[in-house]
C-alpha cells in the first residue's frame, strides 16, 4: 500500500517549480516562468503525486506501473505546452498517423529550462550539465516529436551538456529567442 507524502511532493514540486522560474526569467520568458507547471498543483495530479512519491523520480512513473497509466501525467500534457507530448496530433500529410508538430520555439525552450530543472530535482548533488542531454537521448527512440524540434532542442542541450550552462542560455536568448 502506498502512502501519502504530500508535504515532501509539495516540496518537490515547488522546487522544481522555482528552477524553471529561474530559467525562463534568464531566458526574458517572465509569463511562461510565472506560469509553468500551475496543474501539478490541482487536486488532478497533486493527490496522485502525493500518493506515489518516491522522491528520486516523478510519481507518474510509479502510478503508470500501479495502473498501467498515469491519470496524472495525461492532465498534465494536455495543459501544459511545454511538453512535447502536447503537440502529438493526426498529420494531414502522413495518412492521419499520430505525429509530433512543429512546437513553437518559446515552449521548446521551457522544455530546455523544465529538462535542467527536473535532472537538478531528482539527482541534487550528482547533476551534471550533461544530465539534461542524457535523458532525452535515451527517451528519444519513443517519442513523437517534430524532426525540427528535435533538432532544436538537441542543439540546446548539446550546448548545455558541451559549453555549460551559461553558455546555453545565452545561446538560446542571443540566437533562438531573438530570431
Not at 10 to 22: A, D, P, S, Y
Not at 39 to 59: C, I, M, Q, R, W
Not at 111 to 125: E, L, P, V
Request: glycine residues 6%.
Amino acid at each position: 500500500m502506498t502512502s501519502l507524502h504530500p508535504i515532501k511532493h509539495f516540496k518537490t514540486i515547488t522546487h522544481h517549480k522555482w528552477l524553471v522560474l529561474q530559467s525562463c526569467f534568464r531566458l526574458g520568458l517572465y509569463r511562461q516562468g510565472l506560469l509553468h507547471d500551475l496543474s501539478k498543483y490541482s487536486p488532478a495530479e497533486f493527490l496522485v503525486g502525493a500518493k506515489y512519491y518516491t522522491g528520486d523520480h516523478s510519481p507518474n512513473d510509479e502510478e503508470r506501473k500501479d495502473k498501467g497509466y498515469s491519470s496524472s501525467w495525461l492532465h498534465h500534457k494536455g495543459r501544459n505546452r511545454h511538453h512535447l507530448e502536447y503537440w502529438v496530433d493526426y498529420s494531414p500529410e502522413k495518412g492521419h498517423q499520430m505525429a509530433g508538430l512543429e512546437m513553437p520555439v518559446r515552449y521548446v525552450a521551457e522544455m530546455f529550462c523544465d529538462r535542467i530543472a527536473a535532472s537538478k530535482t531528482y539527482r541534487g548533488a550528482q547533476y551534471c550539465d550533461s544530465d539534461p542531454y542524457d535523458y532525452y537521448m535515451r527517451s528519444l527512440p519513443h517519442y513523437l516529436i517534430h524532426p525540427k524540434t528535435a533538432a532544436l532542442l538537441e542543439k540546446m542541450l548539446t550546448v548545455l551538456k558541451e559549453q555549460g550552462e551559461d553558455a546555453a542560455f545565452r545561446y538560446i536568448k542571443k540566437e533562438i529567442l531573438k530570431k
